[in-house]
């Protein structure tokens, strides 16, 4: 199986560039400063997945910061938040671009708000998995015999 695709590079000293590609070939890139909270957005059925752009974006950054923060141990640190964040994003992208139409009313543990999630096609011995239509992120159902109502554990950002 393929696997899900981020890189980042740095054009004119100051602007990222962030390209994430799906096992599937789905594309976005997220480019802007190297100070901006927030990415500008390509077209794409990607983009409109918060947490996959967050995390991408924040590895774009925290690759920037690895080689031009003023100490080693500082760089050290950012090298270690890049590998996470890209690891989070390159599964967000892989689950993401499976979604079906079946969806399920549930809260998530990631935002913390009631939102339709869209089950994930996925093979027969995997968990059944579903993204929050909210904010993006891939969870479980809660296996809790004793949750009174559908919810939904997702590893999101408390990853």
């Known amino acids: 199986m393929q696997k899900a695709s981020v890189v980042a590079r740095v054009l004119?000293?100051?602007r990222?560039?962030?390209n994430v590609v799906s096992p599937k070939g789905q594309e976005i890139t997220l480019s802007g400063l190297t100070t901006d909270v927030e990415p500008q957005v390509g077209a794409g059925e990607l983009g409109s997945?918060?947490?996959?752009v967050n995390n991408a974006w924040a590895f774009a950054k925290a690759k920037f910061d690895a080689v031009n923060l003023p100490d080693q141990e500082q760089?050290?640190?950012a090298t270690a938040r890049a590998k996470k964040h890209r690891k989070l994003a390159e599964w967000i992208a892989d689950v993401a671009e499976d979604v079906t139409d079946e969806k399920k009313l549930a809260?998530?543990?990631?935002?913390?708000?009631?939102h339709d999630h869209s089950k994930v096609n996925r093979s027969i011995a995997q968990l059944n998995t579903?993204?929050?239509d909210g904010c993006g992120s891939p969870g479980s159902p809660?296996?809790?015999r004793f949750a009174k109502t559908w919810q939904f554990v997702c590893?999101?950002?408390?990853r």
Do not use: T
């Not at 997945?49 to 996959?52: A, D, E, I």
């Not at 809260?107 to 009631?114: I, K, N, R």
């Not at 590893?155 to 408390?158: D, H, I, N």
């Open 12 to 14: 004119d000293g100051n």
């Open 16 to 18: 990222l560039e962030c």
């Open 49 to 52: 997945n918060r947490l996959l």
């Open 75 to 77: 760089q050290k640190n």
């Open 107 to 114: 809260w998530c543990s990631a935002c913390f708000g009631q």
């Open 130 to 132: 579903y993204v929050c």
């Open 142 to 144: 809660c296996m809790d």
């Open 155 to 158: 590893p999101g950002p408390f």
